[in-house]
């Protein structure tokens, strides 16, 4: 079996995926714009055979190289990136070299966050009330018959880029300025993020189930610039452990992992689903996974595609928290005093990638703990400000 990885070196923890897939005997293949002689060493030892692309945007050069290598290695059978930038492209290679999987008309069906909402009634949840609005006449009237404050997001979109909150009439004047058609208004629900992330085997079963939390939502973080903790919890809350498994059925998962996103709300502790994302939540949260459950999900991953019998795993032995921080803010206590609070559960912790550091900090700290307090109490100790 013939897997195909798209820029394998990134993240650069995910070339264990084409590592553990090679390890069961399959053939790992990569098409990436890195040249060969800048690959990292375990990135080519993950690899059977790999081709350079300027430019991975280039589709059709894409495609072509990976006619090369069906050439000389036989049918591809999948391909993968587990990177949300690059699922159409993965779909493009697919339909191109008939290979199962999401094609690109499957694409909005878990990229535009409308179409979501049909998925989520399907799984019989009700939505957040949300519109896709053409006119700015549109706005006035949705907030008319909602009120502020409102969220504004584009309707297909990654993250939290050129997502707004509008709570004044101020506010929404200005927002009129920028208004595109297409973005998606949804009535404003304070609450805490939550998410319910997996992996399904070959069948739709679920053989890996998580939840994590959020200290404050992305595009909070984002448009802020302040810093952000998140963490695996121990037990999936029941109502998600119930609603999760539907979501994951209504759009007949196989052989992937998922990440679906929830606000709880504040006001009466009601799960809303806010979006799904068809890949692994992001760089380093695959290895919180690990560090929580004791497990392995890259060797997981691959012991699905190759259908070997799984046993689903069991719940979270462990609370695990990415603490970030930020170069502009002032806090209490230094690198090396935290380093010193943090000795008895730190994992490890490093330079965040300059890629990422808008939402997820400079620098992070990864820590494991067995009581719920004692993460936040470390979290908070972290992320103590420096007050006069």
């Given at each position: ?62 495609i072509a190289a990976a006619r090369r290598i069906s050439g000389h290695f036989g049918q591809i059978s999948g391909v993968d990136s587990f990177n949300e930038y690059w699922l159409p492209l993965e779909a493009i290679v697919r339909e191109a070299l008939q290979i199962p999987g999401h094609l690109p008309a499957h694409l909005p069906d878990f990229q535009q966050k409308s179409r979501m909402k049909e998925y989520f009634r399907r799984a019989g949840i009700n939505p957040i009330p949300g519109q896709v609005v053409h ?254």
């Amino acid at each position: 079996m013939v897997w195909l990885f798209l820029s394998p070196e990134f993240p650069p923890n995910y070339h264990l995926f084409p590592w553990h897939f090679r390890n069961m005997g399959g053939i790992s293949v990569g098409i990436g714009s890195t040249l060969h002689s800048h690959l990292p060493p375990h990135v080519l030892q993950s690899l059977h055979w790999y081709e350079h692309v300027p430019d991975l945007h280039d589709a059709d050069a894409v495609i072509a190289a990976a006619r090369r290598i069906s050439g000389h290695f036989g049918q591809i059978s999948g391909v993968d990136s587990f990177n949300e930038y690059w699922l159409p492209l993965e779909a493009i290679v697919r339909e191109a070299l008939q290979i199962p999987g999401h094609l690109p008309a499957h694409l909005p069906d878990f990229q535009q966050k409308s179409r979501m909402k049909e998925y989520f009634r399907r799984a019989g949840i009700n939505p957040i009330p949300g519109q896709v609005v053409h006119s700015f006449a549109d706005v006035q009237a949705f907030v008319k018959e909602h009120g502020l404050p409102i969220i504004a997001k584009p309707d297909k979109g990654v993250g939290a880029n050129a997502t707004f909150k509008i709570a004044t009439p101020e506010a929404l004047k200005h927002f009129q300025t920028s208004f595109r058609s297409g973005y998606l208004l949804e009535k404003f629900i304070t609450g805490a993020i939550q998410t319910y992330d997996g992996l399904v085997d070959r069948s739709g079963r679920i053989v890996f189930a998580a939840s994590m939390e959020y200290s404050r939502g992305v595009a909070e973080v984002v448009s802020e610039d302040t810093d952000i903790f998140y963490w695996v919890q121990r037990e999936i809350p029941s109502d998600l452990a119930e609603i999760g498994p539907r979501i994951v059925q209504a759009y007949n998962l196989r052989a992937q992992f998922f990440h679906f996103e929830f606000i709880r709300s504040s006001e009466n502790g009601r799960l809303y689903p806010l979006e799904v994302n068809m890949r692994p939540p992001g760089y380093p949260t695959i290895d919180l996974f690990n560090f929580a459950h004791d497990a392995d999900l890259y060797r997981l991953w691959a012991e699905v595609i190759h259908d070997r019998p799984i046993s689903p795993l069991p719940p979270a032995k462990y609370y695990v928290c990415y603490i970030s921080r930020k170069n502009h803010i002032g806090y209490m206590y230094s690198h090396e005093e935290v380093l010193r609070r943090l000795e008895p559960v730190l994992i490890y912790h490093a330079e965040t990638n300059p890629l990422f550091r808008a939402a997820m900090g400079h620098h992070h700290y990864i820590i494991r703990t067995s009581e719920r307090e004692e993460m936040l109490e470390f979290a908070h100790i972290v992320q103590k400000r420096l007050t006069l």
